[in-house]
């Protein structure tokens, strides 16, 4: 093969690429099933018990130093749930950060999770095998019932009756009236016999694809079925909760049914077509409670079809604060003892868990995390990591020419991995920096990216992938919220300094942050910034009028209403429009967010979360792998997001009155 030492091959297609794995369902690496083979056993032991048992009380702990794969093993346990004959769902939890919001946190990302195909080549999403499951045994139940003979019973007792009168020649009203009972009675069974028939052709259809509950010619005898199923899993499940998810299947009603089974408080219109209660004046107790009972019911139908939920809390370096902590613990309580067929794995770094979560969970929380055994990930053997950059190669390149590749690197790469021990993610990193060296040159000769080069090729990575997939991607409120303060408060000293106002009030229910901006000892402007991804038009018109009032209040203060741009305007609204119109004459200042801007900043955000897991990393000159500091990600933001003039940032900063200007 020619120019097999150029690194110009990796360029092209990498099949190393640089960021770390963040989530299950975005992980299409290879897996080496060696590689963190106790703990995956360990855990499908759980899944097995949990399937068998599930009222049975479990969860499980894996702990891992960054990069030792703990995303990898969740990817292969999704995997491991589409492909068994025992299949079960997967969850992967964001770390919580509105803590006000435990419970409906926790059954958003459940909801989120179960919208996830199955796997790449059905059509069938988890939430959809769940509801499929519910009409598959409603109509057996159905199907079960001997129609044929009721019908042929009732058609002889309508014979007899007949040939009785011919006999007697005696006819009377009360025989008149005997007899239309027995053949109006003939003629239901008769239709039964039908209705059977019809739904036996629709579970032959549903058991050869599932994805037929969902499609618009679907027989009409599907909602006869679908009466007998709400009535068969009410003494389990609330009227309201199956009325909504049922309706989750009816493609115009589908994404007003997904809003309301997350917890949120939806407009109207969609109460209406829905037909549930408006939540809007609900207090937040009532939708913590709520939400709980939710996922109970999900609970009931998972451990009732044998499908149990593997809920995976991960990144656990950015539960910061001790509510954050008290948030995880009570998941995890409610999860092992208030839910069925839900099993909790968290994935922790050791000394993480030790010096932190171990000291400031309830006891009875760490018991149930620990027992019967904490699972432990691996370092790679070298021959492990020589396979997994085999296995890498294969993807990309396919068997031939990787094994080119793999054959003339081989020697090289086992000489690097026998020195030490390492994790999945150092060897793939080193693997990268080895076969990107110039020809004839030691790796340890060539210069690694500086952290500055890395984190900006990680930024442009994650920035691509949520801008690829803008279009399924949901913006929340409180990782934009978060992105926001890293703008806020990494802001380089020629610009601005932040000081929030009141610390202990960071965050209400409308205003997401106030603060003071300090651009000279004499000049300090008062600020609000309100984050707004409500759907509800009161909610929306409730947003608006805080910011009114602020600047009603503050003559030369700023205010700026955020809101993703594919959400309703609030202009199609009657008083969020009148709102609207009043905040903007005011001088309010607002950001609808579309690609380019939600791209940048759920893109930040997600770098402060890897750089906080130790997910980004440099090879110094010894081939010693660093993680990159929180200095240096700081200065990053400071110099680069700042400096390269983002769309979003130079729309704050033009409404600031700052002057842009570039920096290289």
Not at 167 to 176: A, Q, R
Not at 204 to 222: C, Q, V
Not at 376 to 393: T, W
């Amino acid at each position: 093969m020619d120019n097999i030492e150029s690194p110009d091959i990796l360029n092209e297609k990498d099949p190393f690429p640089s960021s770390s794995a963040e989530n299950p369902w975005e992980n299409i690496s290879p897996d080496v099933e060696s590689i963190n083979k106790h703990p995956f056993e360990k855990i499908c032991h759980l899944i097995e018990q949990k399937t068998k048992t599930p009222a049975l009380g479990l969860a499980g702990l894996v702990l891992g130093e960054a990069g030792g794969g703990k995303t990898h093993l969740t990817g292969r346990i999704l995997r491991h749930g589409i492909r068994t004959d025992s299949p079960f769902s997967l969850a992967y939890i964001e770390p919580i950060i509105d803590t006000q919001r435990t419970y409906r946190h926790l059954l958003s990302e459940i909801i989120i999770n179960l919208r996830h195909q199955t796997d790449k080549s059905s059509n069938i999403t988890q939430m959809g095998r769940i509801l499929t499951e519910i009409f598959k045994e409603t109509i057996e139940t159905e199907c079960r019932t001997s129609r044929r003979e009721t019908y042929d019973n009732s058609l002889k007792i309508l014979i007899k009756k007949a040939n009785t009168i011919l006999e007697t020649k005696k006819i009377s009203l009360s025989v008149i009236r005997d007899l239309g009972k027995i053949f109006k009675d003939v003629i239901v069974r008769k239709e039964r016999v039908a209705d059977k028939e019809n739904y036996q052709n629709i579970l032959a259809k549903l058991r050869k694809n599932p994805a037929y509950l969902f499609s618009p010619d679907i027989a009409p005898e599907i909602q006869d079925i679908e009466k007998k199923a709400m009535a068969s899993l009410r003494g389990s499940c609330a009227k309201t909760f199956l009325k909504v998810l049922f309706q989750y299947r009816i493609s115009e009603k589908r994404a007003a049914a997904e809003d309301w089974l997350k917890g949120e408080v939806i407009d109207e219109d969609e109460t209406s077509l829905l037909g549930t209660p408006d939540r809007h004046n609900a207090s937040e107790d009532f939708l913590e409670n709520e939400a709980r009972s939710i996922l109970k019911f999900i609970g009931v139908l998972l451990a009732r079809y044998g499908q149990p939920l593997v809920v995976c809390f991960d990144c656990m370096e950015n539960y910061e604060t001790d509510a954050q902590i008290r948030s995880f613990g009570k998941m995890i309580e409610f999860l092992v003892d208030g839910t069925a067929a839900m099993v909790p794995v968290a994935f922790v770094r050791g000394q993480l868990w030790e010096e932190k979560f171990r000291k400031k969970l309830d006891l009875h929380i760490t018991d149930r995390l620990e027992k019967p055994e904490k699972f432990e990930l691996e370092y790679c053997s070298p021959d492990q990591a020589i396979e997994l950059v085999r296995h890498r190669l294969i993807v990309v390149y396919g068997e031939n020419e990787a094994e080119n590749i793999y054959t003339s690197h081989k020697d090289a790469l086992t000489q690097i991995f026998e020195i030490g021990k390492y994790s999945p993610r150092d060897v793939i990193t080193l693997a990268k920096h080895h076969l990107t060296s110039p020809p004839e040159t030691d790796s340890k000769d060539t210069t690694s990216p500086s952290a500055f080069e890395k984190l900006r090729e990680e930024f442009e990575t994650r920035f691509q992938e949520i801008t690829d997939n803008f279009e399924t991607y949901e913006l929340r409120r409180e990782i934009l919220r978060e992105a926001l303060k890293l703008y806020l408060t990494q802001s380089p000293e020629s610009k601005f300094e932040v000081s929030f106002s009141n610390p202990s009030d960071f965050q209400t229910k409308y205003v997401d942050i106030s603060c003071e901006i300090r651009f000279s000892e004499n000049l300090i402007v008062p600020s609000v910034f309100i984050i707004d991804m409500t759907k509800n038009h009161s909610s929306v018109a409730a947003h608006l009028k805080r910011g009114i009032v602020f600047l009603e209040n503050n003559a030369f203060g700023k205010a700026f209403y955020i809101r993703d741009e594919r959400h309703k305007h609030p202009s199609e609204w009657k008083i969020p429009k009148e709102n609207f119109i009043h905040f903007k004459s005011l001088g309010g200042n607002t950001v609808f967010l579309d690609r380019e801007q939600a791209g940048t900043w759920c893109a930040l955000e997600r770098l402060s979360r890897a750089v906080k897991e130790q997910g980004v990393t440099v090879i110094d000159v010894n081939n010693h792998i660093e993680p990159v500091s929180q200095e240096e990600f700081a200065l990053f933001v400071r110099e680069k997001i700042h400096g390269r003039g983002y769309k979003v940032f130079k729309d704050f900063d033009r409404a600031l009155g700052i002057s842009f200007q570039r920096t290289t």
